[in-house]
């Protein structure tokens, strides 16, 4: 994003969580970086999937609108919002797919060493979903960089922004929350054996 259009996001950011109305500008200016994090879910998610990327765009967007003013820091502030309500979408909607085939189960998912994996299905989010939840239990900053950097799509240095951080943070929490991720998914994933 060029620096005097992210200047404008970030201008706009600001003046939206103080209650003004300048969602009809922020919007065109936001929208293809909100595309491309919805691209990166969806990719992610099992072929044929029900959603779209369109409508997971806006069904982030009026969650986005729907809450309160918020204070926002930056324009990566929002994206990483951006990003972890559209993660939530997608994990509701595979919980919901699982209560209605008889319970739905478990399946490991694989995870190697980049934390890439072969188109999830949906229970393969809700485990990773888990995963991530536990991890944010006690370690909120490791579940953090793992939803900016593979989720949102961030690089260290926006993901070092964005948590306030520095760049070496982020590069040596990443590894160590990759690898107790792979750890835990391997582990649910014996368990369901």
């Known amino acids: 994003m060029p620096t005097q259009q992210s200047a404008?996001?970030?201008?706009l950011l600001v003046q939206w969580g103080k209650g003004e109305n300048c969602l009809s500008q922020l919007l065109p200016l936001v929208y293809d970086e909100l595309?491309?994090?919805a691209q990166r879910h969806m990719r992610m998610e099992r072929s044929g999937h029900t959603l779209q990327t369109t409508a997971l765009i806006h069904e982030a967007y009026l969650h986005l609108v729907d809450q309160p003013p918020t204070p926002w820091q930056n324009r990566i502030h929002f994206f990483a919002l951006a990003s972890r309500l559209m993660r939530h979408i997608l994990v509701d909607h595979a919980r919901g797919l699982r209560r209605g085939k008889r319970g739905g189960c478990r399946l490991r998912l694989p995870l190697?060493?980049?934390l890439v994996f072969s188109?999830?299905?949906s229970a393969e989010l809700v485990a990773l979903d888990d995963a991530l939840n536990r991890l944010s239990s006690f370690d909120a900053r490791k579940a953090k960089i793992i939803e900016l950097r593979y989720f949102g799509g961030m690089s260290v240095e926006?993901?070092?922004e964005a948590l306030n951080?520095?760049?070496n943070t982020v590069i040596r929490d990443w590894s160590l929350a990759k690898l107790w991720l792979k750890r835990e998914l391997s582990k649910a994933g014996n368990n369901e054996d």
């Open 8 to 11: 404008s996001v970030t201008r």
């Open 165 to 167: 951080v520095h760049p």
């Open 158 to 160: 926006e993901t070092a």
């Open 112 to 114: 190697d060493e980049e």
């Open 35 to 37: 595309r491309r994090i």
């Open 119 to 121: 188109p999830a299905k």
